[in-house]
Nanobody, 125 residues
């Protein structure tokens, strides 16, 4: 079992920055992919960024690459998502997820076994 707890969301103006955290507890297998998804109101959960727990390889959603940095601190069992130059369309609930997934399914929400409760990010002027 893996437990995930997100934090760091809030209200930010367009162009601003936020740093999200995902505290991980339980059994973390080296093969796990740790991923952030965003769910806007009335829409499905969409892939944002992922990091391989073992080797730290990172992957980003194409339209957001350059504005995001995903990282992990193995000593603290925490995954981070730094978001810069935020846009109105970045608004949504951000979820942290974990699973052992193959590359072709990394961006699919249904591939993940474990989820946090989510943290709200609102970009508004």
């Amino acid at each position: 079992q893996v437990q995930l707890v997100e934090s760091g969301g809030g209200l930010v103006q367009p162009g601003g920055s936020l740093s999200l955290s995902c505290a991980v507890s339980g059994t973390i297998w080296p093969s796990y992919t740790m991923t952030w998804f965003r769910q806007a109101p009335g829409k499905e959960r969409n892939f944002v960024a992922a990091i391989q727990w073992k080797d730290g390889d990172v992957y980003y959603e194409d339209s957001m690459e350059g504005r995001l940095t995903i990282s992990r601190d193995i000593t603290k069992n925490t995954v981070f998502l730094q978001m810069n130059a935020l846009k109105l369309e970045d608004t949504g609930v951000y979820y942290c997820a974990a699973a052992a997934v193959i590359a072709s399914r990394r961006g699919l929400a249904e591939s993940y076994d474990y989820w946090g409760q989510g943290t709200q990010v609102t970009v508004s002027s």
